[in-house]
Every structure is written in C-alpha cells, then in structure tokens.
DNA sequence: GTATATGCAAAGGGTTTGCACGGTT
DNA sequence: AACCGTGCAAACCCTTTGCATATAC
C-alpha cells in the first residue's frame, strides 16, 4: 500500500475526530492540504479500511461514520428524538450474541451497526421526534 | 387519514411482502393498479407509518424496508458475506435491553435497525464478502 | 366546496465511477 | 519506467420537494 500524504493525513483526521464522516474528514485534511478531493477521502477510506487501519458505522439517516481500529469496541446509541450518539461498551452485547450464535449459528458484530432508541432525557421529556 | 386507493394497495403490499422496499412496493402495486408513482409511495408509507400501521426498518446499505406492525417482533440479522436476511425474536435482547436502560437511561429498539454480521454458511465456508 | 393526495419533474444528499494527469515505488 | 493514487466532473441511487391537477370527505 503505497504512502501519500492523503492518506496519511486522512488517517490522523479519523483518528482525532470522533464519528468523522467523509465531509468532516476533508474540512479537517482541506486545512492542511488544499485541494483535496472528497472521492479521495471516499477511496483513501476504502483502503485504509481494507488495510485494518480504520473501520465504519453505520448510524442511520447520517453519512457513514469512520473510527480508528482500538476505538471500535463500543456499540452506538442513536437517539431517535434528539439524534445524539451514545457509545457504550461493546461487552453488553455479549449474551445476546453468544445466543444468536448457538441459535441460529449467526455471528453479530454489535459494533457496525448502530443500535436506535430514546436517550433519557427524550424519553422523560417526552420528544416526540 | 383519507383512505384513497393507492394507501389501500401499498399496505396490501407490504403486508404481502417481505422486507419491502419503495420499489418493490411500487412494482407490486402497479400491476394493480398502473401509473402509481413512486412519490406516492414514499408519501403513503409516510402517512401509515404515522398512522402505525406500518413500520421500517433499515438494513444497511439497502432501500429501507418496510413491514407490517404485527410483524415487527423480531431483530434483523443482516450477512455481510452474503446479504441475506435473518429474522430472530426480539425478546432475544431482552437483557442487553434492560442492561442498556439501567446503565445508561436509553431505551433500545432492537428492531429498528438490522444488526450486521456473518451468517453460518459465510462463516464456515470464509468467505469474505 | 375544501382540504388533502396524487402525478410529474426536478432537486437533493451521499456515494461511486471514468478518465487523464501526477506521484510513489 | 510502471503502476497506483489523485483531481475533476459526471453519473448513480435513494429520497424529498414544488406545483398543478384530481379526489375523498
């Protein structure tokens, strides 16, 4: 896998922003190196991702989200009403997949999916939406 | 809420179809009923949706699906190896459900979005996409 | 009769792709 | 020198929106 500044600099914006979207990676490469192209951040992505160095979640309605490989052992918590993004430790998972994997012989990755509900304060405040 | 002809033939559809997309509503309905467009159909959806009487869920990188109330009880397992839909019972994170709203307020709706991972056959046989 | 749904066409957001140029190995 | 990565522009898919017409109430 070849080096070039892109990808190195797409690599530590992943690394420093926390649910960096393919958008919020360029504004922050764009401030360091002009010009950058937002299919490149698409296709640096791709390869770093394919490389182990970074992995995505899917939250829902928003753009797909990027992480550094140690960060990604948490599941994500979108709530519904306020849209804030909860993370929490990917271990509470851990009977829920155990039985899904005896059931139905089916291996869970909690982590790559988000997970939707209500945080607490839309749920006492009542939000709607 | 109106009750017109397309609302009718599109919750037909999806009470006749499995994991039904836009599209796939739209093709069903059609040949009931030409010239339905599919604004119509996201429109429709919408507005029974808000009624309850349907509800979606996403899969991933697919068109939302959606499906009727009744059968809404179960969590979406989604293969990244081969892209098939598994359905399990709900109730099968009930403890990760009630571990979540103890420890962190948030109430989790399983079935809202899919959970990814590998089936058994992608498993066994290593495939990797 | 009036408010709401529909069809159509166009726009929108996120993501992917084709191609020629430029940089890494 | 060969190949891979990049920038640019256009295309793509799914979904939403504006507007005039048609329809349920």
Do not use: K
Not at 7 to 16: E, G, S
Not at 32 to 57: D, F, K, Q, W
Not at 99 to 107: I, K, L, N, P
């Amino acid at each position: 896998m070849r080096v070039t500044a892109q990808r190195h600099h797409i690599y530590d914006a992943v690394n420093r922003l926390r649910h960096a979207t393919p958008e919020t990676i360029l504004a922050e490469v764009t401030a360091v190196l002009p010009g950058v192209n937002l299919s490149t951040v698409y296709r640096c992505l791709e390869a770093l991702e394919a490389a182990g160095l970074v992995s995505h979640t899917h939250l829902g309605h928003t753009p797909l989200t990027y992480h550094a490989i140690e960060d990604h052992a948490h599941i994500h918590l979108v709530c519904e009403g306020c849209g804030q993004v909860v993370s929490v430790d990917a271990a509470l998972a851990a009977e829920l997949r155990s039985r899904v994997a005896r059931e139905h012989g089916f291996d869970i990755d909690p982590t790559h999916m988000a997970m939707a509900g209500r945080c607490s304060v839309c749920r006492l405040g009542g939000r709607d939406d």
